[in-house]
């Protein structure tokens, strides 16, 4: 008789709680010797954690609920961190949301997605995912993008790249409806659209699946990694700010380094499923993302700002609308046919590079 699977082995239960004792530490002795280090281990420990207690619970309740709590618990801890030091940093953080949903989807749509199709297509040639799902999340994302990052440059009863009160109000009830719509069309309406094509011949839908202890305690466990990565992030940020403000970068490449950072545990749980012919769940967890970024952070920074009475810097440059609307395009070529090969997550590897390059070499 065979041992029964042990879905969460010591190690991934011993390394989230070790990530926080790190974070006291550095709180308690902030100058100690290596500290930074310490934080950068824990960091990573804590994405390894959090990708392998995410599947766990998407083994549990299936997909596509298992990349939403992924999703939806990482963005959540994004929009804590961004509020904070939103709080801490008072209007001259006007454009940090900004800064970090744009790079957020940059990330997504052109490193991630870009990666996710070039390993994918590397060991297996050709993938096939479900093209009404795909196809449902993009228009929703394009929407969003648009109302967010584009519109605030046209609109004419404020000046700059931001809305006035009222018009703020609305994108932000706009964009958490759209959000919302999106979650139910996913998980209850149309759930068949976003699950993998052969799910029913997936050898791992025929294994033992978790416990309800299991799972509770890698929902658990799951967000204390979350809260582990965020936190640790922050903590490293200085460090990389300041090497950043010596090396003459501009200073939206901190929304870069938070998004980055924040999307981790995300990207590794996505090019995994890539590598494992698993492509629908790759881009599930990948747009799924994108649109729970902006769907919660918007209308959360949205209304800090009319309660504080600051300004909300929204609408992005001209080079950056150009490079936005240019991978929103050519993701939906890319993603038009529910087959997919290397070449376009070359072109998107390619994009993701110029995006990188040209931030910090405006």
């Not at 989230?16 to 974070?23: D, E, N, T, W």
């Not at 960091?43 to 990349?67: D, K, N, Q, W, Y």
Request: proline letters at 6%; glycine letters at 8%.
């Amino acid at each position: 008789m065979s041992e029964p699977v042990r879905h969460n082995p010591p190690w991934t239960l011993a390394v989230p709680p070790l990530g926080i004792a790190v974070l006291a530490l550095a709180w308690a002795a902030p100058g100690l010797p290596g500290i930074v280090a310490l934080l950068v281990l824990g960091l990573v420990g804590s994405v390894i954690a959090s990708v392998h207690h995410a599947e766990v619970i998407a083994h549990r309740v299936g997909e596509p609920f298992g990349t939403l709590v992924l999703a939806l618990a990482v963005t959540i801890i994004e929009v804590a961190l961004i509020v904070s030091m939103m709080l801490s940093g008072g209007e001259a953080t006007s454009g940090l949301a900004r800064d970090t949903v744009f790079a957020a989807v940059m990330i997504i749509l052109n490193g991630l997605i870009g990666a996710s199709l070039l390993i994918g297509g590397g060991r297996h040639h050709v993938q096939e995912f479900k093209l009404e799902g795909i196809n449902a999340a993009l228009g929703t994302l394009t929407v969003i993008v648009v109302f967010t990052l584009i519109l605030p440059n046209f609109s004419l009863s404020a000046p700059g790249p931001a809305y006035t009160r009222s018009q703020l109000l609305f994108v932000a009830i706009a964009t958490l409806v759209l959000f919302a719509a999106f979650t139910v069309f996913q998980t209850i309406r149309h759930r068949d659209y976003f699950l993998p094509a052969d799910a029913e011949h997936d050898d791992d839908e025929h294994a033992r699946q978790p416990s309800n202890r299991e799972t509770a305690a890698s929902l658990g466990l799951l967000l204390i990694a979350l809260v582990a990565v965020v936190l640790s992030a922050k903590g490293i940020s200085p460090t990389i700010e300041a090497a950043l403000h010596a090396a003459g970068a501009p200073a939206a490449t901190v929304g870069i380094l938070i998004a980055a950072i924040v999307l981790l545990p995300e990207s590794v749980a996505a090019i995994r499923a890539a590598h494992a012919n698993r492509l629908q769940t790759s881009l599930n967890l990948a747009i799924g993302s994108a649109i729970a970024s902006i769907g919660l952070t918007v209308p959360t920074v949205a209304v800090l700002s009319l309660i504080m009475g600051w300004p909300l810097a929204l609408g992005v440059d001209a080079k950056s609308t150009v490079l936005l609307l240019l991978s929103l395009f050519v993701a939906s070529i890319s993603l038009r046919t529910g087959r997919t090969t290397v070449l376009p997550g070359m072109v998107h590897l390619v994009m993701f590079a110029a995006y990188l390059f040209l931030s910090f070499v405006p």
